[in-house]
């Protein structure tokens, strides 16, 4: 605009609050994620085992149903710790497939195009930029992992009384800490892989190199020494672990629960370090 039109005239409308800056980010980011058929077919899947559990909990509860099976008992399955293993097993392992294909596509585009200098320039921080990104998965993952699974946990409450969700709270927390943890963790290493490695398709193999890689090789390393360390190393186990401790089912896993939340947060805090490394207003290339 030239400026002896003198017609320039600074914004006078309303400014977004700067600690929700980073939110931004994350309904644009949110946006392009279902613009993939194939995430939001997958996405859809991921709430077809929840419904059938949520069904199976008020059959278990209706005594017509249960007279006209002649089971000879007042339910149709045990509601308890294995109970609640097993469905956050189930979409564990659904948030994993799907963080493998939504999380290359975060951070990757951006560096390739060079525009982490156009986000800084603005009130923008790293940190908010990558809160920004990792909210997209974590509030997408979140849809498919303890939401559901607080949904199981209230609607049995709701049928069996107030008296068995005193009793169980346990299986409450630990859908939440098990959850949480596994969702940081896998965002995290999904930014640090998009930022590292800028093909979608070779950052969501290499997502899926590195899990497999873990198992095999704290399985391999709990085989030669005859330890449980290997078990350190493995963040699919470590979370199992979080969940058997919390629901009080037995595993095969020998790592404590407090050690299994510690190693998975060193894990979390080297993605950070290796998101620290790479996002960046500039890059020098030599």
């Avoid at 000879?72 to 493998?100: C, E, K, P, Y």
């Avoid at 290997?230 to 896993?253: E, Q, W």
Wanted: proline share 3%.
């Amino acid at each position: 605009m030239a400026v002896y039109k003198r017609s320039y005239r600074g914004y006078t409308g309303a400014l977004t609050p700067r600690w929700s800056r980073f939110l931004i980010l994350k309904r644009y980011a949110s946006r392009g994620i279902f613009k993939s058929r194939i995430v939001t077919a997958l996405f859809v899947i991921c709430f077809f085992y929840p419904i059938v559990m949520v069904a199976g909990l008020y059959l278990n509860h209706n005594a017509h149903v249960l007279s006209l099976m002649k089971l000879g008992r007042n339910h149709l399955f045990d509601i308890d710790g294995d109970f609640f293993m097993l469905f956050m097993g189930v979409q564990s392992s659904l948030a994993f497939v799907l963080t493998a294909f939504i999380g290359p596509g975060t951070i990757a585009p951006d560096l390739t195009n060079n525009a982490l200098p156009l986000y800084f320039c603005r009130p923008l921080s790293r940190s908010e930029y990558v809160l920004g990104r990792g909210c997209s998965i974590v509030s997408i993952l979140s849809w498919i992992t303890w939401v559901p699974g607080l949904v199981l946990f209230i609607t049995e409450s709701t049928l069996s009384g107030f008296g068995w969700a005193w009793q169980h709270w346990r299986y409450a927390a630990g859908i939440l800490v098990g959850s949480v943890m596994w969702i940081v963790f896998l965002a995290l290493l999904a930014l640090a892989l998009s930022a590292w490695v800028r093909w979608r398709i070779i950052a969501g193999g290499l997502l899926l190199f590195v899990m497999g890689f873990s198992s095999g090789f704290g399985a391999a390393v709990n085989g030669i020494v005859r330890t449980n360390i290997g078990d350190y190393v493995n963040p699919a186990a470590l979370v199992t672990r979080l969940y058997a401790g919390f629901f009080d089912v037995h595993t095969a896993i020998d790592v404590p629960t407090g050690g299994a939340l510690l190693a998975l947060s060193v894990m979390c805090a080297f993605c950070i370090f290796m998101l620290s490394r790479k996002v960046k207003a500039f890059e020098v290339v030599r």
